[in-house]
T-cell receptor
Framework: AQSVTQLDSQVPVFEEAPVELRCNYS??????LFWYVQYPNQGLQLLLK??????LVESINGFEAEFNKSQTSFHLRKPSVHISDTAEYFC???????????FGSGTRLQVQP | DVKVTQSSRYLVKRTGEKVFLECVQD?????MFWYRQDPGLGLRLIYF???????EKGDIPEGYSVSREKKERFSLILESASTNQTSMYLC?????????FGDGTRLSIL
Protein backbone atom coordinates (compact mmCIF):
# COMPACT_ATOMS: atom_id res chain seq x y z
CA ALA A 1 0.00 0.00 0.00
CA GLN A 2 1.04 3.59 -0.57
CA SER A 3 0.64 6.69 1.57
CA VAL A 4 1.30 10.39 0.99
CA THR A 5 2.07 13.07 3.55
CA GLN A 6 1.77 16.75 2.78
CA LEU A 7 3.42 18.42 5.71
CA ASP A 8 1.77 21.84 5.43
CA SER A 9 -1.98 22.33 5.33
CA GLN A 10 -1.64 26.04 4.49
CA VAL A 11 1.21 28.09 3.05
CA PRO A 12 0.80 31.89 3.00
CA VAL A 13 3.29 33.72 0.78
CA PHE A 14 3.66 37.15 -0.76
CA GLU A 15 3.43 37.71 -4.48
CA GLU A 16 6.74 37.24 -6.35
CA ALA A 17 8.26 35.28 -3.44
CA PRO A 18 9.50 31.70 -3.90
CA VAL A 19 7.49 28.80 -2.51
CA GLU A 20 7.99 25.11 -1.75
CA LEU A 21 5.13 22.71 -1.04
CA ARG A 22 6.37 19.54 0.60
CA CYS A 23 5.31 16.00 -0.22
CA ASN A 24 6.65 12.72 1.15
CA TYR A 25 5.42 9.29 0.20
CA SER A 26 5.72 5.74 1.42
CA UNK A 27 5.65 2.68 -0.81
CA UNK A 28 7.21 -0.76 -0.94
CA UNK A 29 7.16 -0.77 -4.76
CA UNK A 30 8.10 1.62 -7.56
CA UNK A 31 5.75 4.55 -7.95
CA UNK A 32 4.56 7.26 -10.26
CA LEU A 33 4.16 10.69 -8.67
CA PHE A 34 1.79 13.55 -9.47
CA TRP A 35 0.89 17.07 -8.43
CA TYR A 36 -2.68 18.23 -9.05
CA VAL A 37 -4.05 21.74 -8.54
CA GLN A 38 -7.62 22.65 -7.59
CA TYR A 39 -8.83 26.21 -8.13
CA PRO A 40 -11.92 27.33 -6.18
CA ASN A 41 -15.14 25.55 -7.23
CA GLN A 42 -13.35 23.43 -9.80
CA GLY A 43 -12.13 19.87 -10.17
CA LEU A 44 -8.51 18.81 -10.06
CA GLN A 45 -6.13 19.58 -12.92
CA LEU A 46 -2.85 17.77 -13.50
CA LEU A 47 0.07 20.11 -12.85
CA LEU A 48 2.99 17.76 -13.47
CA LYS A 49 3.99 14.12 -13.21
CA UNK A 50 7.01 11.92 -12.71
CA UNK A 51 6.91 8.54 -14.42
CA UNK A 52 10.57 7.78 -15.13
CA UNK A 53 13.72 9.39 -16.49
CA UNK A 54 14.86 12.84 -15.36
CA UNK A 55 14.05 13.39 -11.70
CA LEU A 56 13.25 17.08 -12.30
CA VAL A 57 9.91 17.70 -13.97
CA GLU A 58 8.40 21.03 -14.96
CA SER A 59 4.96 22.43 -15.69
CA ILE A 60 4.05 25.02 -18.31
CA ASN A 61 3.28 27.70 -15.69
CA GLY A 62 6.66 27.73 -13.93
CA PHE A 63 6.25 25.04 -11.26
CA GLU A 64 8.78 22.25 -10.94
CA ALA A 65 9.14 19.17 -8.75
CA GLU A 66 12.06 16.89 -8.05
CA PHE A 67 11.76 13.19 -7.36
CA ASN A 68 14.15 12.21 -4.57
CA LYS A 69 14.08 8.45 -4.14
CA SER A 70 16.39 8.31 -1.13
CA GLN A 71 14.27 10.81 0.78
CA THR A 72 10.99 9.54 -0.72
CA SER A 73 10.01 13.10 -1.52
CA PHE A 74 8.46 14.97 -4.44
CA HIS A 75 8.43 18.62 -3.35
CA LEU A 76 6.82 21.27 -5.57
CA ARG A 77 8.60 24.59 -6.09
CA LYS A 78 8.09 27.87 -7.88
CA PRO A 79 10.71 30.66 -7.85
CA SER A 80 8.17 33.51 -8.04
CA VAL A 81 4.44 33.08 -7.35
CA HIS A 82 1.50 35.08 -8.71
CA ILE A 83 -1.87 35.89 -7.17
CA SER A 84 -3.38 33.49 -9.71
CA ASP A 85 -1.45 30.57 -8.15
CA THR A 86 -3.75 30.72 -5.13
CA ALA A 87 -5.30 27.25 -5.02
CA GLU A 88 -5.14 23.92 -3.25
CA TYR A 89 -2.37 21.57 -4.32
CA PHE A 90 -2.51 17.80 -3.98
CA CYS A 91 0.36 15.36 -4.19
CA UNK A 92 -0.58 11.86 -5.34
CA UNK A 93 1.13 8.52 -5.89
CA UNK A 94 0.30 5.33 -7.71
CA UNK A 95 2.21 2.08 -7.74
CA UNK A 96 3.50 1.29 -11.20
CA UNK A 97 0.90 -0.83 -12.92
CA UNK A 98 -1.88 0.23 -10.54
CA UNK A 99 -4.69 2.40 -11.84
CA UNK A 100 -5.81 4.19 -8.68
CA UNK A 101 -4.15 7.16 -7.00
CA UNK A 102 -3.48 7.76 -3.32
CA PHE A 103 -3.70 11.44 -2.44
CA GLY A 104 -2.19 13.56 0.28
CA SER A 105 -4.40 15.80 2.40
CA GLY A 106 -3.64 18.89 0.31
CA THR A 107 -1.83 22.21 0.82
CA ARG A 108 -3.68 25.48 0.44
CA LEU A 109 -1.39 28.06 -1.15
CA GLN A 110 -2.47 31.62 -0.36
CA VAL A 111 -0.63 34.28 -2.36
CA GLN A 112 -0.97 37.75 -0.88
CA PRO A 113 -0.31 41.05 -2.68
CA ASP B 1 -9.24 17.50 -24.70
CA VAL B 2 -10.69 15.05 -22.18
CA LYS B 3 -14.10 16.00 -20.84
CA VAL B 4 -15.44 14.46 -17.63
CA THR B 5 -18.94 15.69 -16.85
CA GLN B 6 -20.71 15.28 -13.54
CA SER B 7 -24.46 15.73 -13.82
CA SER B 8 -24.93 18.06 -10.84
CA ARG B 9 -22.68 20.69 -9.22
CA TYR B 10 -24.84 20.93 -6.10
CA LEU B 11 -27.32 18.42 -4.67
CA VAL B 12 -29.38 18.43 -1.48
CA LYS B 13 -31.03 15.22 -0.29
CA ARG B 14 -32.64 13.89 2.87
CA THR B 15 -31.46 11.17 5.22
CA GLY B 16 -32.55 7.74 4.05
CA GLU B 17 -33.01 8.70 0.39
CA LYS B 18 -31.39 6.72 -2.42
CA VAL B 19 -29.04 9.08 -4.23
CA PHE B 20 -27.52 8.74 -7.70
CA LEU B 21 -24.46 10.69 -8.83
CA GLU B 22 -23.71 10.45 -12.54
CA CYS B 23 -20.44 10.85 -14.41
CA VAL B 24 -19.82 10.74 -18.16
CA GLN B 25 -16.51 10.84 -20.04
CA ASP B 26 -15.99 11.36 -23.76
CA UNK B 27 -12.57 9.77 -24.35
CA UNK B 28 -13.40 6.05 -24.43
CA UNK B 29 -11.33 5.51 -21.27
CA UNK B 30 -11.39 2.05 -19.69
CA UNK B 31 -10.94 3.26 -16.13
CA MET B 32 -13.27 5.45 -14.10
CA PHE B 33 -13.12 6.45 -10.44
CA TRP B 34 -15.20 7.96 -7.67
CA TYR B 35 -13.54 9.90 -4.85
CA ARG B 36 -14.86 11.92 -1.97
CA GLN B 37 -13.04 15.06 -0.86
CA ASP B 38 -13.20 16.28 2.74
CA PRO B 39 -11.23 19.15 4.35
CA GLY B 40 -7.98 17.93 5.83
CA LEU B 41 -8.39 14.44 4.39
CA GLY B 42 -7.67 15.05 0.71
CA LEU B 43 -9.32 12.71 -1.77
CA ARG B 44 -10.25 9.16 -0.79
CA LEU B 45 -11.11 6.49 -3.31
CA ILE B 46 -14.61 5.01 -2.97
CA TYR B 47 -14.80 2.68 -5.99
CA PHE B 48 -13.28 2.33 -9.41
CA UNK B 49 -14.15 0.48 -12.58
CA UNK B 50 -11.70 -0.87 -15.14
CA UNK B 51 -14.24 -2.04 -17.71
CA UNK B 52 -17.97 -2.22 -18.32
CA UNK B 53 -19.68 -4.08 -15.47
CA UNK B 54 -16.33 -4.47 -13.67
CA UNK B 55 -15.63 -2.71 -10.39
CA GLU B 56 -13.28 -2.75 -7.43
CA LYS B 57 -13.67 -1.36 -3.94
CA GLY B 58 -11.49 1.54 -2.98
CA ASP B 59 -10.51 2.63 0.50
CA ILE B 60 -13.96 3.71 1.78
CA PRO B 61 -16.70 1.73 -0.05
CA GLU B 62 -19.07 1.34 2.91
CA GLY B 63 -22.47 2.85 2.27
CA TYR B 64 -21.86 3.18 -1.48
CA SER B 65 -22.32 1.11 -4.61
CA VAL B 66 -21.53 1.78 -8.27
CA SER B 67 -22.85 0.90 -11.68
CA ARG B 68 -21.12 0.84 -15.05
CA GLU B 69 -23.46 -0.39 -17.75
CA LYS B 70 -21.82 1.61 -20.56
CA LYS B 71 -18.19 2.49 -21.01
CA GLU B 72 -18.72 6.24 -20.90
CA ARG B 73 -20.91 6.37 -17.78
CA PHE B 74 -20.09 5.57 -14.15
CA SER B 75 -22.71 6.04 -11.46
CA LEU B 76 -22.22 6.30 -7.72
CA ILE B 77 -25.17 5.20 -5.59
CA LEU B 78 -25.83 6.03 -1.96
CA GLU B 79 -28.26 3.28 -0.99
CA SER B 80 -29.61 5.10 2.08
CA ALA B 81 -28.06 8.52 2.48
CA SER B 82 -26.73 9.56 5.86
CA THR B 83 -25.47 12.90 7.14
CA ASN B 84 -21.87 11.65 7.26
CA GLN B 85 -22.00 11.32 3.49
CA THR B 86 -22.24 15.08 3.10
CA SER B 87 -19.14 15.81 1.03
CA MET B 88 -17.67 16.82 -2.31
CA TYR B 89 -17.67 13.92 -4.76
CA LEU B 90 -15.22 13.84 -7.66
CA CYS B 91 -15.30 11.56 -10.67
CA UNK B 92 -12.22 10.81 -12.79
CA UNK B 93 -11.41 8.83 -15.89
CA UNK B 94 -8.12 7.40 -17.14
CA UNK B 95 -6.80 5.90 -20.31
CA UNK B 96 -3.09 5.31 -20.88
CA UNK B 97 -2.20 8.67 -19.33
CA UNK B 98 -3.04 10.35 -16.02
CA UNK B 99 -6.47 10.70 -14.44
CA UNK B 100 -8.76 13.51 -15.60
CA PHE B 101 -11.30 14.92 -13.18
CA GLY B 102 -14.78 16.39 -13.38
CA ASP B 103 -15.72 19.59 -11.56
CA GLY B 104 -17.28 17.74 -8.62
CA THR B 105 -20.71 17.41 -7.02
CA ARG B 106 -21.19 19.04 -3.65
CA LEU B 107 -23.71 16.80 -1.89
CA SER B 108 -25.52 17.83 1.29
CA ILE B 109 -27.55 15.28 3.24
CA LEU B 110 -30.04 16.88 5.63
Amino acid sequence: AQSVTQLDSQVPVFEEAPVELRCNYSSSVSVYLFWYVQYPNQGLQLLLKYLSGSTLVESINGFEAEFNKSQTSFHLRKPSVHISDTAEYFCAVSATGRRALTFGSGTRLQVQP
Amino acid sequence: DVKVTQSSRYLVKRTGEKVFLECVQDMDHENMFWYRQDPGLGLRLIYFSYDVKMKEKGDIPEGYSVSREKKERFSLILESASTNQTSMYLCASKGAGPQHFGDGTRLSIL
